[in-house]
């Protein structure tokens, strides 16, 4: 059974940068049939994707944070990261990673399948 | 940027059928993806590919997609399914996934 872990401060000081690091077991994140993303929730908020990435590195991100983000991909541990800077109160939230897939491999049809359980970022001093 | 309109909230009472709207431009030409979301918990996939159930999603839910439109069904409703639901497509103009606002179902 595939998981995705979250690990990473929980505790950022506004214009620091967020670090945080999704371990995947029970899986390769080399297959080529799947992407890796980053979604946040704000608490009591809705969902925000923020940037996914392929296992060769290739990346797409949130066009109203791409200028602070940046995922990579670490194959040799089986992992992905996010990094986003310059931090503010408003980043504060529930950062999530999960698996992106699209079996049918339509242009449209990339959807999350597998979550982490999530881990809640505060931005504070 | 591609935008999904669902309604903030939606009440039903149990055994009857609730229907949970996601609007968007031509959404009918896009795949629509459904999540679930109970409090403190990650989001759980429902439906995917429009109207295709992942496994151990019981038959109550399923889903269609038309138009400007795109609607979660449940029917059959239990208290078990109170929570919120969110619409997602990749839109792949720009290559970003998006969700909708979510729905908050509420059982009576």
């Known amino acids: 059974q595939l998981q995705l872990q979250e690990s990473g401060p929980g505790l950022v000081k506004p214009s620091e940068t967020l670090s945080l690091t999704c371990t995947v077991s029970?899986?390769?994140?080399?297959?080529?049939?799947?992407?890796w993303g980053w979604i946040r929730q704000p608490p009591g908020k809705g969902l925000e994707w923020i940037g996914s990435?392929?296992?060769?590195?290739?990346?797409y991100y949130n066009p109203s944070l791409k200028s602070r983000v940046t995922i990579s991909v670490d194959t040799s541990k089986n992992q992905f990261s996010l990094k986003l800077s310059s931090v503010t109160a408003a980043d504060t939230a529930v950062y999530y990673c999960?698996?992106?897939?699209?079996?049918?491999?339509?242009?449209?049809?990339?959807?999350?399948?597998?979550w982490g359980q999530g881990t809640l970022v505060t931005v504070s001093s | 940027s591609y935008v999904l309109t669902q309604p903030p909230s939606v009440s039903v009472a149990p055994g009857k059928t609730a229907r949970i709207t996601c609007g968007g431009n031509?959404?009918?030409?896009?795949?629509v993806h459904w999540y679930q979301q109970k409090p403190g918990q990650a989001p759980v996939l429902v439906i995917y590919?429009?109207?295709d159930r992942p496994s151990g999603i019981p038959e109550r839910f399923s889903g269609s997609n038309s138009g400007n439109t795109a609607t979660l069904t449940i029917s059959r409703v239990e208290a078990g399914d109170e929570a919120d639901y969110y619409c997602?497509?990749?839109?792949?103009?720009?290559?970003?996934?998006?969700f909708g606002g979510g729905t908050k179902l509420t059982v009576l």
């Open positions: 997602q497509v990749w839109d792949s103009s720009s290559d970003q996934g998006v």
């Open positions: 031509n959404i009918g030409s896009k795949s």
């Open positions: 999960a698996r992106l897939h699209n079996p049918h491999k339509t242009t449209s049809g990339y959807y999350f399948d597998y």
């Open positions: 990435i392929y296992y060769s590195g290739s990346t």
């Open positions: 590919y429009d109207s």
């Open positions: 029970g899986g390769s994140i080399s297959s080529s049939s799947y992407y």
